[in-house]
């Protein structure tokens, strides 16, 4: 058993399942040690490496040792390729489980009953780690979406940060036949929109449906020739966020010769502020990977594609 101090806040990963799932159980660990109401701060990657980390102690799951949170009294529970080991903090961490499992796992061992909440740490480890051979996957990625689609602090208010209650939410229902009927009508219009960024590298422009199915089904597909397809974002004023995904753990590679990182099949990557659109990314993109603009892609239609997003 791992002897845990009690801490002042949670700090989790605000964009993911993972992150929610973690910290609402850490929550519940620390009520359980200490008889304390913890509150939590959700944070995507860009604005946690711009904070200040001015708490004595504090708990941090799914946002990846570094160097400003290496400290007496700090816990870090995280599973992702460690580009730091911290010397002061303590360190939970296992790349083969998500971030939630390694926090489930930690509050069985600190005498917490947790066994209303295993099926929804599996589905979580499921969908965090993309193990699309799982015969849970569909459901695991419902339950992702649910926190993509309506967002962390709506669902949290939702369910009033009772894990239980997201169990079998009614707005998986809503998220249940949005895949019904998005998802094939996205699959096809996408397959029709991939740009070679290089031999091994596919861009996928996405249009309604679940990005992570969608991405799923095309590397599986044999008419798509790239071991690597990414999708990107643009959110204003921020940068060109870059997802990575691959089936053989090709993806990691890519996205860290971009600063990025992540899990081997399933990593992202910010582009440098300097590149505006997602066309300036595709130009970038193709530069840093040493490949020459495809002459069989027209400028002008992913113009067409990108224009009301940029």
């Known amino acids: 058993m791992v002897p845990l101090f009690e801490p002042e806040i949670i700090f989790t990963h605000e964009s993911d399942l993972d992150g929610f799932v973690s910290s609402l159980l850490l929550k519940n660990l620390a009520a359980h040690l200490y008889n304390v109401d913890v509150p939590i701060k959700a944070y995507g990657y860009d604005n946690w490496k711009n904070r200040a980390m ?20 700090w816990l870090i529970v995280d599973h992702h390729q460690l580009t730091y080991q911290p010397k002061k903090a303590q360190l939970v961490h296992d790349t083969s489980k998500s971030a939630g499992s390694l926090c489930f796992d930690l509050c069985r061992s600190n005498g917490l009953d947790v066994d209303k909440w295993e099926r929804l740490a ?34 949290f208010k939702l369910i009033n940060g009772n894990l239980d209650k997201l169990i079998d939410h009614p707005l998986l229902e809503v998220i249940q036949a949005k895949r019904r009927i998005e998802d094939p009508i996205g699959l096809e219009w996408s397959r029709n929109h991939i740009t070679r960024i290089s031999s091994r590298i596919g861009f996928v422009a996405t249009c309604v449906g679940n990005t992570n199915w969608l991405i799923n089904q ?14 990107m974002f643009k959110k204003s004023p921020g940068p060109v966020s870059v997802s990575f995904r691959s089936q053989n753990g090709e993806a990691l590679q890519f996205a ?35 490949v020459p603009l495809d002459l069989n892609t027209s400028t002008d239609s992913l113009e067409s594609i990108f224009s009301d997003l940029d």
């Open 54 to 73: 001015n708490e004595h102690r504090a708990w941090v799951c799914d946002l990846g040792p570094d160097a400003r949170i290496d400290k007496t009294n």
């Open 122 to 155: 599996e589905l979580n480890n499921i969908a965090d780690l993309f193990l699309q051979d799982s015969p849970d996957f569909v459901e695991a990625c419902d339950y992702a979406s649910l926190i993509k689609t309506y967002r962390f602090w709506n669902i």
């Open 218 to 231: 095309l590397l599986k597909s044999k008419d798509v020739p790239y071991a690597v397809l990414i999708t």
């Open 256 to 290: 860290e010769t971009l600063k990025g990182g992540g899990h081997p099949n399933a990593c992202g990557a910010n582009l440098p502020r300097s590149i505006k659109t997602i066309l300036e990314a595709v130009d970038y993109l193709r530069q840093i990977f040493e």
